[in-house]
């Protein structure tokens, strides 16, 4: 900058630094309109999810719609539908996810999520010899997690849904018996493979009958 003679120099800018509070509000405003950050954050805690119900095996997963909606403390509710698939099959299964989002950390939170909804999955009748092999796998793990010896089941309402390629999701609910130590109502969500004849998935939780049907459920 050139100064004429006799005029007076120029003062010094000095750079007055933002507030720590006020750069952290205006990166968590950048974030909230940052979409594609968003989808990645969330589509990445889902996918592991998914990994991690089933002891890793590995999926895929593809995305349809996501919806999200301004939460408390700087979160935002996410929440939408895909499908998943294990590596090496075909067919696709249909679920719902729910989850939050970090706005500041541009993190997501892990996720709520129903299988066996969506695409190709139908309603099918209880095998009832498919629900006697869940009565007993489940009172053989009972007994083994808490170890009791007195296990008995009454399941009261049983819902079956088939899905992808040969696989079955019950949810059910009823009323876990463990002798003299009691009872407590119990939900069951399991998911079997046909092929194999194994159960993929096998979650309970004892809680208060909901009041209404759900669908199967899994990492509740």
């Known amino acids: 900058m050139a100064v004429e003679p006799g005029a007076p120099s120029p003062m010094p800018v000095k750079a007055v630094p933002m507030p720590p509070a006020e750069l952290a509000s205006r990166a968590a405003m950048a974030r909230s309109n940052d979409r594609p950050t968003l989808e990645k954050a969330v589509a990445?805690?889902?996918?592991?999810?998914?990994?991690?119900?089933?002891?890793g095996r590995?999926?895929?997963a593809r995305f349809g719609a996501i919806s999200d909606e301004p939460g408390e403390?700087?979160?935002?509710?996410?929440?939408g539908e895909g499908q998943m698939?294990?590596?090496?099959?075909?067919?696709?299964?249909?679920f719902q996810f729910r989850t939050r989002y970090d706005v500041l950390l541009g993190q997501a939170g892990p996720p709520?999520?129903?299988?066996?909804?969506?695409?190709d999955a139908r309603p099918v009748p209880n095998?009832?010899?498919?629900?006697?092999?869940?009565?007993?796998?489940l009172v053989d793990t009972l007994r083994r997690t808490l170890g009791s010896t007195s296990v008995?089941?009454?399941?009261?309402r049983i819902e079956s849904v088939e899905t992808g390629q040969d696989y079955l999701l019950i949810d059910a609910w009823g009323l876990a018996d463990f002798g003299i130590d009691g009872s407590s109502n119990i939900r069951i969500a399991a998911f079997y493979d046909r092929r194999s004849g194994q159960w993929l998935q096998l979650h309970y939780?004892?809680?208060?009958?909901?009041?209404?049907a759900l669908p199967p459920v899994a990492g509740r």
């Open 58 to 60: 590995a999926v895929e």
């Open 152 to 156: 008995r089941l009454q399941l009261d």
């Open 85 to 94: 698939r294990f590596t090496g099959d075909v067919a696709w299964i249909g």
């Open 112 to 119: 709520e999520l129903v299988l066996g909804v969506g695409g």
């Open 205 to 212: 939780d004892m809680a208060t009958p909901p009041a209404a």
């Open 44 to 55: 990445g805690v889902v996918v592991g999810a998914l990994a991690a119900q089933f002891d």
């Open 73 to 79: 403390s700087g979160q935002r509710s996410v929440s």
């Open 127 to 137: 095998d009832t010899a498919m629900v006697q092999r869940l009565d007993d796998h």
